[in-house]
């Protein structure tokens, strides 16, 4: 297989190999997403309300050198929304800059390592508060430097997953994608429908992210991939985040950390190992043990339609799951280069192309 090689080891030499693997390494989540409200009351992050530093604290144990966090905006003027969250960001990293940098150019990857800095690239779920190309502009001048074109059915740009019509990529969204190119912010068509993302992937002259999706050929949800547009995103150079949610994992029980693997593998197969990362989109606690009332108020975000499965693969809900990860890997004959390209490597490479002047 393309990107793993045949290792003999016992498991103990696995598991030393992999505690030794992750924190010297730079890794990255590509959509990292976390719960605030403690125990009493856990929550996702949806309204601009102040961060915790205790999250710092996670992102440490965690060994996380650096992430995306694509917020998403509840807000009904989603322009006003993704202003406050961006204000809500940069007031976090402005109050812990011993700890946190944001990730704005290509050389604030020499700065993470050079300060150990933890990096926060900002992005957002949402092309709406696009209303004007300038607007471009002006929220990159925010700090804002990733945006998934389109999230839920149609908007100015394109056509996500859930929208039966069926629509690409618009004049607009083209010129939005240029835009974006010219400055230097990352273009995610990770809700895209199929010709929305081919459409984006053929438009953009820099690479693409999908931050955070699973193969089709091994799960054929509509949110996840085809083989072809994985390829596509590969040959123009850009990455994918695999994420480990049981409805985009698996197309039904039992759904297993293997049946995770399985779609790097798959990526890898396709590509090679220099195209796929990790995008893991669950919170350290996961979803599951969130009350209903406080999950996302949007029908079928969390849960497709009539969709009732849990979320989470409990071996990964906790801080340490990078380990977890490194170690299936190793023992699924993947290398140690290959493990750090996946688990961080690729996402810096690209992202450096990308924020790059």
Request: proline residues 6%; hydrophobic residues 45%; glycine residues 10%.
């Amino acid at each position: 297989m393309s990107g793993a090689r045949a290792i003999a080891a016992t498991d103990d030499d696995i598991d030393a190999r992999a505690a030794s693997l992750v924190d010297p390494a730079f890794t990255f989540d590509s959509a990292h997403v976390f719960r605030i409200g403690g125990p009493g009351k856990p929550r996702l992050p949806l309204g601009d309300e102040p961060l915790d530093a205790s999250l710092i604290a996670d992102w440490r144990a965690a060994g996380m050198s650096a992430f995306l966090h694509p917020f998403g905006i509840l807000n009904p003027d989603m322009h006003l929304g993704q202003i406050r969250l961006l204000a809500m960001w940069n007031s976090f990293i402005a109050d812990h800059t011993d700890a946190l940098l944001r990730i704005d150019e290509s050389a604030d990857f020499d700065r993470i390592r050079a300060t150990g800095a933890i990096g926060i690239l900002i992005g957002s779920h949402h092309g709406e508060p696009f209303r004007s190309v300038d607007d471009v502009d002006y929220f990159r001048g925010l700090g804002l430097r990733s945006c998934n074109l389109v999230t839920f059915g149609q908007n100015r740009l394109g056509t996500a997953v859930d929208e039966p019509a069926g629509g690409g990529l618009t004049a607009f969204g083209r010129a939005i994608i240029e835009r974006m190119n010219r400055l230097g912010m990352a273009v995610d068509v990770s809700h895209c429908n199929e010709r929305t993302r081919l459409d984006a992937i053929a438009a953009s002259a820099r690479p693409v992210l999908m931050s955070h999706a699973n193969a089709a050929a091994l799960c054929p949800n509509p949110r996840n991939v085809s083989d072809q547009v994985i390829r596509a995103l590969a040959a123009a150079g850009g990455v994918m985040g695999v994420l480990p949610l049981r409805m985009l994992v698996t197309a039904a029980e039992p759904t297993t950390l293997d049946n995770y693997l399985d779609h790097i593998v798959h990526v890898c197969e396709l590509t090679g190992p220099d195209h796929v990362g990790l995008g893991l989109e669950t919170p350290f606690e996961g979803f599951d043990s969130i009350p209903a009332a406080n999950q996302m108020p949007l029908p079928g975000y969390l849960r497709n339609p009539g969709e009732q499965r849990r979320l989470d693969l409990p071996v990964l809900c906790h801080v340490r799951r990078l380990d977890t990860i490194v170690t299936a890997l190793l023992r699924r004959g993947f290398s140690e280069q290959d493990i750090r390209a996946i688990i961080g490597g690729n996402f810096e490479r690209v992202l450096r192309a990308i924020l790059a002047a």
